[in-house]
């Protein structure tokens, strides 16, 4: 997803935020959970009726890799990019920090196996940039930032 923020005030640039989609809401995915483990514990229920002993613990350790997962799954969607490009720098902000910093005029845009990688270099310095998007995203993505840079630079004109 990429979302065009307003600018701050007292700047010119825009920045543009890229999230990961996601399928489900947070109520979804507790849902989703409950769901499985719901039918696994009435599975289990039934074989330890039917005299499998060991079929609640295994219902157990099921709930809690499914739980496992799924928090893995909504934590890896939760990353994303901040880009910023205004006329005096072109910063991309990941959750660790700045990890790309650099004036707008010598930025060069690498957009390389027909959109598959997109990434921002200057001054032997190179950051790629929206690789969790998809295809179709990333070629947006290219677009705007392409249109974005030549802004900041005055090649607009």
Known sequence: MIQVLPPSTGSEGTQL????????????FVGLFAALAGLMWLVAGLGWLAGNAY???FALLHSALAAAALRWLWRSGERGEDITVDPEVVEVQRAAGVVFHA???WVRLQVEAEGERISLASGGRRVEVGSFLGPGERRELAGRLQELLAVACGRNR
Not at 17 to 28: E, G
């Open 55 to 57: 079929a609640p613990a």
């Open 103 to 105: 004036h707008p005029y």
């Open 17 to 28: 935020r890229l999230r990961p989609p996601r399928a489900l809401t947070a109520s979804q």
